[in-house]
């Protein structure tokens, strides 16, 4: 089955830890997004990449960072910078220039 | 003001009832429009995609868009405990390349049996 894959879906995290989130895709899309989403606030673009090796910040890039080496993966670290980390964090993959996008199943992140 | 304004709710009707879900909008260059439903703990599931003002019915469901009046809205008939979830309005301009999508901030929907 095609689809989106997160994990872990729950994740505790120290003060000053770095963290990274997993997000896989086998829909073949091109291009990836984070969001992060908070109660009362809907969805917040992280960043988002169109195409392997390329990507962009979004409306709230400080504090993560991405990378995107392959078609299928698009990994997100929260730093120690990111001074509210705690949240339900999403990715999503459409084609390339489709603003109809595909969710994952969401990573909950929670720092102590 | 936002971009998106949609009423978080919660809405509790009773099972069989019509529900209506809406939200407004400002920004006319918006002309992609498109319904998820988020149950809790998991990530949205797209449900409807309409393209510039009118109708579109798939199922129990109904999406229509005024965009003469910035205004879009969500019609589940039959609705069913299983209706029960958060739906999130979102919208593009669509106007080639990367399609920034603009969420509202869901409206929570209750189908009490």
């Known amino acids: 089955d095609g689809g989106i894959t997160q994990s872990p879906k729950y994740l505790f995290r120290k003060e000053g830890q770095n963290v990274t989130l997993s997000c896989e895709q086998n829909?073949?899309?091109?291009?990836m997004y984070w969001y992060r989403q908070d109660p009362g606030q809907g969805l917040r673009l992280i960043y988002y990449?169109?195409?392997?090796?390329?990507?962009q910040k979004g409306d709230i890039a400080e504090g993560y960072s991405v990378s995107r080496e392959k078609k299928e993966s698009f990994p997100l670290t929260v730093t120690s910078a990111q001074k509210n980390p705690t949240a339900f964090y999403l990715c999503?993959?459409?084609?390339?220039?489709?603003?109809?996008?595909?969710f994952g199943p969401g990573t909950r992140l929670t720092v102590l | 003001q936002k971009e998106v304004e949609q009423d978080p709710g919660p809405l509790s009707v009773p099972e069989g009832a019509i529900v209506s879900l809406n939200c407004t909008y400002s920004?006319?260059?918006?002309?992609?429009f498109m319904w998820y439903r988020q149950y809790s703990r998991k990530g949205p599931e797209l449900l409807m995609y309409?393209?510039?003002?009118g109708n579109k019915e798939d199922g129990r469901f109904t999406a229509q868009v005024d965009k003469s009046s910035k205004y879009i809205s969500l019609f589940i008939r039959d609705s069913q405990p299983s209706d029960s979830a958060t739906y999130l309005c979102?919208?593009?301009?669509?106007?080639?390349?990367?399609?920034?999508?603009?969420f509202g901030t869901g409206t929570k929907l209750q189908v009490i049996p």
């Open positions: 999503a993959s459409s084609r390339r220039g489709a603003d109809t996008q595909y």
């Open positions: 829909l073949n899309h091109d291009a």
């Open positions: 990449s169109q195409i392997v090796n390329d990507f």
């Open positions: 920004n006319s260059a918006f002309q992609y």
């Open positions: 309409t393209y510039s003002s």
């Open positions: 979102a919208m593009s301009a669509g106007s080639g390349g990367y399609q920034k999508v603009t």
